[in-house]
């Protein structure tokens, strides 16, 4: 076998080789892509969760308790202010 047939063989399987590993690097690369693109994908999700339950919804449940409470707080007032006027001061006691 000629030496320059051996080296043009040798080089042909070094770049074959070098494309195979390059096809594999890229097909690495595009997993970790995908893997990168499947997680902010999970993270906005969760984000979109979380604002659900303790962002705006939260914030809401505050308001509506908030109201809950002053109206009771009103109400307990109308019924201090009953039993006073029928039972006098003593009749309200804390």
């Known amino acids: 076998m000629d030496p320059v047939i051996g080296q043009i063989k040798g080089a042909i399987g070094g770049l074959s080789q070098a494309i195979s590993l390059a096809d594999d690097l890229e097909g690495v690369a595009k997993q970790v892509q995908?893997?990168?693109?499947?997680?902010?994908?999970?993270?906005?999700?969760?984000?979109?969760?979380?604002?659900?339950?303790n962002g705006d919804y939260a914030f809401l449940n505050a308001v509506d308790e908030y109201h809950r409470v002053k109206e009771a707080v009103q109400m307990r007032e109308q019924v201090k202010k009953q039993v006073i006027q029928e039972y006098g001061k003593a009749g309200w006691k804390k």
């Open 34 to 53: 995908d893997l990168g693109k499947k997680e902010l994908a999970a993270r906005a999700e969760w984000r979109r969760k979380q604002t659900q339950v």
